[in-house]
DNA sequence: CTGCCCCTGTAA
DNA sequence: TTACAGGGGCAG
């Protein structure tokens, strides 16, 4: 479930709860979120150090650590990462956990398509070189998003969802984008002229903002993300339901295996 | 680009 | 039982 907003939310809340915390001890249940790395790789590098600070990258959550190590979480499709304070037990999906002085931080994740992983400081750059400008950086200009599209074919909307192009857009947001922008999204990126192109930047900062004020508008429990809003939603999983601007049924379709939503009366 | 894979849970 | 799910990596 987690896109930008959440993993914002995410790593906002931890700075909150968990600022200055050490990581005392590591316990995985299920090694598989750490593959390609093991259990005891990871209880090694950060066993003992402390936090010096947390940041999103795209949809990866970054906990920087002494001696120059950084753990890495990403959330997947399930994924939760929050802190729980002591007293309280373990969700079922619990996959690994991390002790630090008055509670814990708990790494869920029911399908397991999220990873942690430990890296090396200097190793970050290059880990993160084929990403796109962060869509609320000021990189992102409407320029650099023409530009990210020259020489390419194909549709405009697996075009969004790919990290090399902007970083952090999942399958939400690019359809609630496309649908602000006024932009059907079978569109081909090499059709798109400059107005267009304004409009669907415009729309994936506006959106992404309102979404990341949203989370922090709805109660979380145990300082975990809420789910998106499916009221505030103006296409996403609305198949079928009159469009919100001009009443004509939503329509459901397939691009590159994911399911894009969209209105074929605003959107051309 | 698309298709297949990784996994489990939930709803129709 | 089948369809679907908001993540990404990889091969073709």
């Not at 499709?77 to 509670?103: N, Q, S, V």
């Not at 790494?107 to 190793?123: K, L, N, P």
Request: proline share 7%; aromatic share 8%; with cysteine.
């Amino acid at each position: 479930m987690p896109e930008l907003p959440e993993v914002e939310y995410v790593v906002r809340r931890l700075r909150e709860y968990a600022a200055d915390a050490t990581i005392r001890k590591v316990y995985v249940a299920d090694a598989r979120v750490l593959r390609p790395q093991t259990p005891r790789l990871l209880a090694r590098r950060t066993e003992g150090r402390r936090v010096t600070g947390y940041e999103r990258r795209a949809k990866n959550i970054l906990i920087h650590l002494q001696d120059g190590w950084t753990l890495r979480i990403h959330l997947g499709m399930t994924g939760h990462l929050y802190w729980l304070p002591l007293p309280e037990k373990l969700p079922p999906a619990t996959r690994a956990h991390f002790d630090i002085p008055g509670g814990r931080l708990v790494y869920e994740d029911s399908r397991m398509f999220g990873r942690i992983h430990v890296h090396q400081a200097a190793e970050l750059p290059e880990l993160f070189a084929d990403y796109g400008p962060e869509p609320l950086s000021d990189a992102f200009t409407w320029q650099s998003l023409r530009a990210a599209a020259q020489n390419l074919r194909g549709p405009v909307k697996p075009f969004l969802l790919d990290q090399r192009r902007v970083a952090g857009l999942g399958n939400i947001w690019a359809a609630e984008a496309l649908f602000a922008a006024g932009i059907d999204p079978r569109r081909g990126v090499a059709t798109l002229g400059d107005a267009e192109w304004r409009a669907l930047h415009r729309a994936i900062r506006r959106v992404l903002k309102r979404a990341i004020a949203g989370t922090f508008t709805v109660t979380a429990k145990a300082s975990d993300f809420p789910d998106a809003d499916l009221l505030t939603m103006r296409v996403y999983g609305r198949e079928g339901q009159p469009c919100r601007r001009c009443r004509r049924a939503v329509r459901r379709m397939e691009q590159a295996s994911r399911s894009t939503f969209f209105c074929p009366n605003c959107q051309r």
